[in-house]
């Protein structure tokens, strides 16, 4: 096996209850092979998406700090990832951050986590929102939904099924903003649903398609994106990487309906990540 150490800062949420952001992140990547360092924007008891009462602790003040401490014991990261974020001025923290742990050999990976079904999210405000934009414009690679896609391009949010041409051009205009890829997530062409990516660098887009399954799954999106970013840090080019994830959250996906009772709990990917991790191994072997 050839083995190249890899490391990653994840800047997501954490929900003690409810699998999303870093308690989807980090299994996976770790998964992956990759050695996951977990800053947390804010902690829950559980995440907001059907449960009620909840508590919540912002914790926006210790993002720079934790990151100078970070810094002062000589943390270096591969990638740095971010996702859901609270508010505008973690917006701005974060790209304190990865201006401070960027490099050239370094990854900027962002999930404009803004809203889903043609809406943003309650939590987003306008300064939010811009700060999110900002954070797009200087990543590496971005990975929204097309409800996010249609806000960072100022465009009108399309309710159904999708020419190809129709994507193609989204994800050429949202390389135009300033990453030099970019991964479009719950794609819904042909009858099947996935994701389609496209490199500025080599002008290719690829379609990822699987077979819907009915409903909404919580933490699928950080599902993908984290496997995603796990195949990118493993050598993968972006095309490779998102077929990776399409099909590993179509299988979770698959697992969770028939297993779940209740699916505010979040996908349970548990059982399927040695397969993951044998994937990865087998890739980085061959590589």
Same mark, same amino acid.
């Given at each position: 096996?050839?083995?190249?150490?890899?490391?990653?800062?994840?800047?997501?949420?954490?929900?003690?209850?409810?699998?999303?952001?870093?308690?989807?992140?980090?299994?996976?990547?770790?998964?992956?092979?990759?050695?996951?360092?977990?800053?947390?924007?804010?902690?829950?008891?559980?995440?907001?998406?059907?449960?009620?009462?909840?508590?919540?602790?912002?914790?926006?003040?210790?993002?720079?700090?934790?990151?100078?401490?970070?810094?002062?014991?000589?943390?270096?990261?591969?990638?740095?990832?971010?996702?859901?974020?609270?508010?505008?001025?973690?917006?701005?923290?974060?790209?304190?951050?990865?201006?401070?742990?960027?490099?050239?050999?370094?990854?900027?990976?962002?999930?404009?986590?803004? #809203?889903? $079904?043609?809406?943003?999210?309650? *939590?987003?405000?306008?300064? +939010?929102?811009? =700060? /999110?934009?900002?954070?797009?414009?200087?990543?590496?690679?971005?990975?929204?939904?097309?409800?996010?896609?249609?806000?960072?391009?100022?465009?009108?949010?399309?309710?159904?099924?999708?020419?190809?041409?129709?994507?193609?051009?989204?994800?050429?205009?949202?390389?135009?903003?300033?990453?030099?890829?970019?991964?479009?997530?719950?794609?819904?062409?042909?009858?099947?649903?996935?994701?389609?990516?496209?490199?500025?660098?080599?002008?290719?887009?690829?379609?990822?398609?699987?077979?819907?399954?009915?409903?909404?799954?919580? #933490?699928? $999106?950080?599902?993908?994106?984290? *496997?995603?970013?796990?195949? +990118?840090?493993? =050598? /993968?080019?972006?095309?490779?990487?998102?077929?990776?994830?399409?099909?590993?959250?179509?299988?979770?996906?698959?697992?969770?309906?028939?297993?779940?009772?209740?699916?505010?709990?979040?996908?349970?990917?548990?059982?399927?990540?040695?397969?993951?991790?044998?994937?990865?191994?087998?890739?980085?072997?061959?590589?």
């Amino acid at each position: 096996m050839i083995y190249k150490p890899m490391s990653c800062a994840a800047i997501h949420d954490l929900s003690g209850v409810g699998k999303c952001s870093l308690t989807v992140a980090l299994p996976v990547l770790s998964a992956c092979g990759v050695e996951a360092s977990a800053m947390p924007t804010a902690v829950l008891s559980t995440h907001t998406g059907g449960f009620t009462g909840f508590t919540y602790r912002d914790l926006t003040e210790d993002l720079l700090p934790m990151a100078e401490h970070w810094k002062s014991v000589g943390c270096r990261f591969s990638a740095l990832y971010s996702g859901f974020l609270g508010s505008a001025e973690q917006t701005g923290a974060v790209a304190g951050i990865f201006r401070m742990f960027g490099g050239e050999d370094v990854l900027v990976f962002v999930d404009p986590v803004l #809203g889903d $079904g043609g809406r943003l999210y309650a *939590t987003i405000t306008p300064a +939010l929102a811009q =700060g /999110m934009k900002e954070l797009c414009r200087g990543a590496d690679v971005i990975a929204p939904n097309l409800t996010e896609a249609a806000f960072l391009l100022d465009a009108p949010y399309v309710d159904g099924p999708l020419e190809r041409p129709a994507v193609e051009a989204m994800l050429r205009d949202l390389c135009a903003l300033g990453p030099g890829r970019a991964v479009l997530t719950g794609v819904r062409v042909e009858g099947l649903l996935g994701a389609a990516c496209y490199d500025a660098r080599s002008r290719e887009t690829h379609f990822w398609l699987k077979e819907e399954i009915p409903g909404s799954y919580h #933490g699928t $999106g950080d599902l993908f994106s984290s *496997t995603l970013l796990g195949g +990118l840090l493993n =050598g /993968m080019d972006l095309s490779g990487a998102c077929r990776v994830a399409v099909d590993f959250t179509h299988k979770v996906i698959e697992t969770t309906r028939r297993y779940s009772p209740d699916i505010r709990f979040g996908p349970k990917f548990e059982v399927h990540l040695p397969e993951l991790a044998r994937l990865m191994e087998k890739f980085r072997a061959g590589a």
